[in-house]
C-alpha cells in the first residue's frame, strides 16, 4: 500500500518552455503533498506543501510564479515549472501524507532537463 | 525552517562491520526524525523512524537514537552488507508537525565486500 505514482519519469525541453509534472497517490488519499528538488549527490531540497483545496505554501526562496502547484483532488497534485531556463534542471520528486502522525510516502522523480 | 546536519558525508565499511551516521537538528520543538534510505536514481523509501518521546528504536539490524536535550540523533546499522550501500538521509520535523521536515545533506554509505 501507499503508493505514489510521478509522471513524467523524465523531461528534455527547450529553454522557455513549460512543464507539467504529476504527483498521484494510486491507493490511498493524501491530504498533503510535498514537493522536492535534489540536485546531484546533494539533498532533498523542500519547496512547497501542498494542501488539497488551498493554496501552497512555498519555502523561504522558492518563486511561487516559477513553480506552480495545483492541488486539486485528495489524490493528485501537480507541479508546473513555467517558462524552464537551464538552471532549473533538477531531479523533483514528490511525496504524499495521509495526514498528522502519517510518514510521507515518495513518488519516484521527475528528470528535468532543459536545453 | 528547520536546520538538519549530518556527519560524515561518505562512509566506508567493511561487509559485516557497523556503520553511524549522526544528525543534529536546531528546533528544539523538532518531535519526529525519520531517515530514508535511497538507492541511485530511486525513491527515497523510509527504513526506519523515532519520535520525541522515544530515547531508542530498534529494527532488526537497524537502529535510531535520539538525545532531545542535545538534539541530534544517530542511525546505527549493524553486520552491513552490499545491499545496504546507498545514500541515507535524516530529516527533523519542523515542530509538532509530523508531516513537515527538513532532510539533512545525506550520507553516502558503501559497504565493501
Known amino acids: 500500500g501507499a503508493v505514489v505514482s510521478q509522471h513524467p519519469s523524465r523531461v528534455i525541453c527547450k529553454s522557455g518552455t513549460s512543464v507539467k509534472i504529476e504527483c498521484r497517490s494510486l491507493?490511498?488519499?493524501?491530504?498533503?503533498m510535498f514537493w522536492y528538488r535534489q540536485f546531484p549527490k546533494q539533498s532533498l531540497m523542500l519547496m512547497a506543501t501542498s494542501n488539497e483545496g488551498s493554496k501552497a505554501t512555498y519555502e523561504q526562496g522558492v518563486e511561487k510564479d516559477k513553480f506552480l502547484i495545483n492541488h486539486a483532488s485528495l489524490t493528485l497534485s501537480t507541479l508546473t515549472v513555467t517558462s524552464a531556463h537551464p538552471e532549473d534542471s533538477s531531479f523533483y520528486i514528490c511525496?504524499?501524507?495521509?495526514?498528522?502522525?502519517?510518514?510521507?510516502?515518495f513518488g519516484d522523480g521527475t528528470r528535468l532537463s532543459i536545453l | 525552517g528547520e536546520n538538519v546536519e549530518q556527519h560524515p558525508s561518505t562512509l566506508s565499511v567493511q561487509e559485516g562491520d557497523s556503520a553511524v551516521i549522526k544528525c543534529t537538528y536546531s528546533?528544539?520543538?523538532?518531535?519526529?526524525f525519520p531517515w530514508y534510505k535511497q538507492e541511485l536514481g530511486k525513491r527515497p523509501q523510509l527504513i526506519i523512524d523515532?519520535?520525541?518521546?522515544?530515547g531508542e528504536k530498534k529494527d532488526q539490524r537497524i537502529a535510531v537514537t535520539l538525545n532531545k536535550t542535545a538534539k541530534h540523533f544517530s542511525l546505527h546499522i549493524t553486520e552491513t552488507q552490499p545491499e545496504d550501500s546507498a545514500v541515507y538521509f535524516c530529516a527533523a520535523s519542523e515542530g509538532y508537525n509530523f508531516n513537515k521536515f527538513y532532510f539533512g545533506s545525506g550520507t553516502k554509505l558503501n559497504v565493501k565486500p
Open positions: 528546533d528544539s520543538a523538532s518531535n519526529y
Open positions: 523515532i519520535r520525541s518521546n522515544v
Open positions: 511525496s504524499a501524507t495521509t495526514g498528522a502522525d502519517q510518514p510521507q510516502h
Open positions: 491507493d490511498f488519499q493524501a491530504t498533503t
